[in-house]
C-alpha cells in the first residue's frame, strides 16, 4: 500500500513548486522531502518530478498521482472530521503547558472551546515558558516559542506552527501627542536585565528618555498604554490592543516559530492527539496576526 505520509510530501512539492518550499510547509529539512519522494517513486515504478532550473514540474504520471493524491487527502480530512465528532467521551488529565503571553493574549479563547467540545477531559494548563520535563509527565503537550529547531530534544515529537513576528508599540495617545509636538521624553521600556534595544532609536519616534524597567510583560505592557513610553511586543498582543500603535518606521522582526511538542506514547492518547489537531487548526488560523498582518489601525 501506498504510504499516506509519502503522499503529503508528494503534495506539498507539488504545490510548493520546489522541494525546499516543501521542506519549509513542512517543517522539515531538504533531505526528508527528497527520500519520501523517492520512496513514492519507486513504490509506483514511475518519476513523478521534473527537476528544472526553475523548480520542480510534475511529469504526466505525476500529474495523474495528483489528482488521486488531492482525493486521499480530501478523504483524510473527511475521516478525521467524523472521528473528531464522535469522540466526546474522552476523560482524563491533560496537561498543557504553553508561555503567560500565549495563554492570556491568544490561546484562551481556544482553550476554552476545546474545553467545552471535550467536559470530560480535566484541564490544566501550566503557564510558563520554563522547560517541561514531558518524559516525567510534568506536562502532556508544550506551546513553545523555538527560534532554532535543531535545539529542540531528539525524544520529543514536534509539529511547527506559524512564525511568530514582533513590532515596537507605544500608546496611541502618546503617539498623537509626538505628531502634535508634545516635549515629552519618550523612554524604552525594557524587562528588567536588558538594556538599550536598538529599536530605541531606529523609527521615526526616538525613545530619547532612560529607560523604563518592568519586571515582567503584563508590566511592560501597562507602562505602555498608559504612555510612558515604546516597547517590543508581540504582534498579537500590540496589534489586538486598541490602546497601543505601531511606531512608524520599524520593521517587524520574527523570532521563531511556534511549536506543539510531545513525547513518546503520550502524544498517542486519544486525549492528546484530539488536543494537539485542534490546536495547530486554531494556530494556522491565527497565523496572519501572529506574522502581523491583521488590519492595521494606524
Not at 532609536?201 to 510583560?217: I, K, L, Q, W, Y
Not at 520574527?254 to 495547530?280: N, P, Y
Request: proline share 5%; aromatic share 6%; with cysteine.
Amino acid at each position: 500500500m501506498i504510504d499516506w505520509d509519502d503522499v503529503r510530501y508528494f503534495l506539498a512539492a507539488a504545490r510548493g513548486g520546489s522541494v525546499r518550499a516543501a521542506a519549509k510547509s513542512l517543517g522539515v529539512n531538504h533531505a526528508t522531502v527528497l527520500r519520501r519522494i523517492a520512496q513514492l517513486e519507486d513504490h509506483l515504478g514511475t518519476q513523478v518530478f521534473e527537476k528544472l532550473p526553475s523548480g520542480y514540474r510534475l511529469t504526466a504520471a505525476g500529474g495523474e498521482v495528483l489528482e488521486f493524491a488531492n482525493q486521499m487527502e480530501a478523504s483524510s480530512h473527511r475521516l478525521e472530521t467524523s472521528v473528531f465528532g464522535r469522540d466526546q467521551g474522552v476523560r482524563g488529565l491533560l496537561r498543557v503547558t504553553l508561555p503567560p503571553f500565549l495563554a492570556t493574549h491568544l490561546l484562551m479563547p481556544d482553550l476554552a472551546d476545546f474545553a467545552r467540545v471535550h467536559p470530560d477531559i480535566e484541564i490544566e494548563i501550566v503557564s510558563t515558558g520554563e522547560v517541561a520535563n514531558l518524559t516525567n509527565r510534568e506536562a502532556d503537550v508544550a506551546i513553545r516559542m523555538v527560534s532554532d529547531r535543531k535545539t529542540l530534544p531528539l525524544n520529543l515529537h514536534g509539529l511547527k506552527g506559524p512564525e511568530l513576528f514582533s513590532g515596537v508599540y507605544m500608546s496611541r495617545d502618546r503617539l498623537a501627542g509626538w505628531r502634535a509636538g508634545a516635549p515629552d521624553p519618550i523612554r524604552p521600556i525594557v524587562i528588567d536585565g536588558h538594556g538599550i534595544p536598538d529599536w530605541a532609536d531606529e523609527g521615526e519616534v526616538r525613545a530619547t528618555g532612560v529607560p523604563f524597567r518592568t519586571p515582567d510583560a503584563d508590566a511592560q505592557i501597562a507602562a505602555a498604554r498608559q504612555g510612558i513610553g515604546m516597547t517590543r511586543l508581540p504582534c498579537f498582543v500590540g496589534d489586538a490592543d486598541r490602546l497601543l500603535a505601531r511606531v512608524p518606521g520599524i520593521a517587524l522582526k520574527t523570532h521563531a516559530a511556534l511549536w506543539l511538542l510531545t513525547q513518546g506514547e503520550t502524544r498517542k492518547t486519544k486525549r492528546v492527539r484530539l488536543f494537539t489537531e485542534f490546536v495547530s487548526r486554531r494556530l494556522a488560523a491565527h497565523a496572519p496576526l501572529l506574522a502581523g498582518l491583521s488590519i492595521s489601525r494606524d
